[in-house]
């Protein structure tokens, strides 16, 4: 099964992503995780991706479908995978389902968390993240020790106020249009029927709620 994730920052997609991917038994692709990993590391996909970034903009669609190409191709993911914030414009959902095509395979389900620009505000701001294994943490102080691997919990640069503001800009300009791309390819489908794919299943979610109960109802969602 191939699964879309969709939602503002600080939604939590990150962390139903991870209970989603190990209850399917299914690796997670988070391509936040792999461009903090190669800014870290200094390389030159870092250096491309860094500045955007730290301003709480968009990387260019290019350098986006570079990674969805080689990290798609990887046997373990030949089974499925959850793609955690992979997809926030038109272009790469069309470049998505390209390279998943070239496979052939489909996006199967995406879903879509949803949630008020006041709530997000208030949880990315208090939020500090492992520089370790990227474990989001609310309400703890940057400098104290990740409890899943010890590493040291720091506020991102685009956790800042600024750049938050940014980021949910960016969401509702360039990602929310690939949620109306997804529903109309559910339904043009659906109502055709005679197509050489099936739509994607397109799932809400009113991501607020207690995250056991999200989880759910995600699964729910998803058949399972
Ligand atoms: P995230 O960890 O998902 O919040 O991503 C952190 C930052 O990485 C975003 O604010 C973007 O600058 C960049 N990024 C991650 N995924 C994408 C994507 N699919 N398209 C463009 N930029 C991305």
């Not at 099964?1 to 503002?8: A, D, K, T």
């Not at 080689?70 to 038109?90: F, H």
């Not at 390279?99 to 879509?112: F, I, M, P, S, Y």
């Not at 050489?196 to 999200?214: F, K, M, S, Y």
């Amino acid at each position: 099964m191939n699964i879309v994730l969709l939602g503002p920052p600080g939604a939590g997609k990150g962390t139903q992503g991870e209970r989603i991917a190990s209850r399917l038994g299914i690796p997670k692709l988070a391509t936040g995780d792999v461009l903090r990993a190669a800014v870290t590391a200094k390389t030159e996909l870092g250096l491309r991706a860094k500045a955007a970034m730290e301003r709480g903009d968009l990387v260019p669609d290019s350098v986006i479908l570079g990674i969805m190409k080689e990290a798609l191709a990887e046997p373990a993911k030949a089974k499925g995978v959850v793609l955690d914030g992979v997809v926030r414009t038109v272009p790469q959902a069309e470049g998505l389902a390209r390279v998943l095509g070239e496979l052939g395979r489909q996006v199967d389900a995406v879903l879509l968390f949803e949630v008020g620009e006041d709530e997000l505000v208030r949880r990315l701001s208090a939020r500090t993240t492992c520089e370790g294994c990227q474990a989001p943490y609310t309400g703890r102080e940057p400098g104290t020790a990740c409890d899943k691997c010890g590493g040291k919990l720091v506020r991102r640069k685009d956790d800042e106020p600024e750049a938050i503001r940014s980021r949910m800009k960016a969401y509702r300009e360039q990602t929310e249009p690939v949620v109306a791309w997804y529903e109309h390819r559910a339904r043009t489908s659906d109502d055709a029927k005679a197509r050489d794919h099936n739509g994607p299943r397109v799932v809400r979610l009113n991501a607020l709620g207690d995250i056991d109960e999200i989880t759910k109802i995600v699964m729910k969602g998803l058949g399972k």
